[in-house]
């Protein structure tokens, strides 16, 4: 990806605003978003892009995926609405970084 093609997606609003206060928290702590799509959002670590949080929307569900501390695998679940995958999705990012 280009830095100016970068740019323009990072400076972008979050696309899907049921993803707000997650958006808000990775900015504040400095991860760079990678995709925002009505339906994905990817966030990774700007020191080490394997580890990636990515969340994705279909018709009844929303799917996340988290890097697995100290591993190179990664975790994946869903759940039924925007709340309790935000608050999965940042309560994990809190651990993952001991933040």
């Given amino acids: 990806m280009s830095s100016s093609s ?3 997606l990072y400076l972008k609003n979050v696309e899907n605003k049921g993803f707000k ?16 799509k009505m339906n994905k959002l990817i966030y990774c670590n700007p020191n080490k892009r394997l580890e990636r949080y990515e969340l994705h ?38 651990h993952f970084t001991n933040k």
Wanted: aromatic residues 20%; hydrophobic residues 35%.
């Fill in 57 to 94: 929307v279909d018709n009844d569900k929303v799917h996340i995926v988290i890097p697995l501390k100290n591993s190179s695998y990664s975790y994946r679940t869903f759940f039924d609405n925007y709340f309790r995958a935000s608050e999965f999705v940042i309560s994990h990012l809190k």
């Fill in 21 to 36: 206060i997650v958006d808000e928290y990775f900015t504040e702590k400095g991860w760079l978003r990678v995709e925002n």
């Fill in 6 to 8: 970068y740019n323009s």
